[in-house]
């Protein structure tokens, strides 16, 4: 099942409500000018989210807690290019950092990225099920 609207029709409250209470499982998109995010949801629970504003880009937002340096970055940038390997793996095989210290981190930014979805005052949003679900 679906869901799209608008906040100002439906505000994050309400939708937040909707995937909890029906544990739903997929994506909620969300757009606002050039804005897109997205939250990934498993039974109701959130449990990823994605951003294509640069602050909340894993490494920039490991930068910004500490756990990395910019060199660092950049060398983990490099071997991400080479061999298309996740950021946080590649950060934890080069022990930049901790495992858990990349999850950590992942959790502190899906919460931010949502808190900054609370000052979103319109925008549009879009529920989808995982692809091949059957409802």
């Known amino acids: 099942?679906?869901?799209?609207?608008?906040?100002?029709?439906?505000?994050?409250?309400?939708?937040?409500?909707?995937?909890?209470?029906?544990?739903?499982?997929?994506?909620?998109?969300?757009?606002l000018d050039k804005t897109k995010v997205y939250i990934y949801l498993k039974d109701g629970r959130i449990i990823?989210?994605?951003?294509?504003?640069?602050?909340?880009?894993?490494?920039?937002f490991l930068i910004f807690q500490g756990v990395l340096t910019e060199a660092q970055l950049k060398k983990v940038l490099e071997i991400h290019l080479k061999t298309g390997g996740a950021l946080g793996s590649i950060v934890v095989q080069e022990n930049f950092a901790s495992q858990e210290d990349v999850q950590q981190a992942l959790v502190k930014r899906t919460e931010e990225v949502i808190y900054e979805l609370f000052l979103w005052e319109d925008g549009y949003f879009h529920f989808s099920d995982p692809p091949g679900l059957i409802a």
């Open 1 to 31: 099942m679906s869901l799209s609207g608008r906040l100002k029709t439906m505000d994050l409250a309400e939708v937040l409500q909707w995937v909890t209470i029906g544990r739903k499982t997929g994506s909620l998109a969300f757009v």
């Open 48 to 60: 990823s989210s994605l951003s294509n504003d640069p602050t909340k880009k894993l490494g920039q």
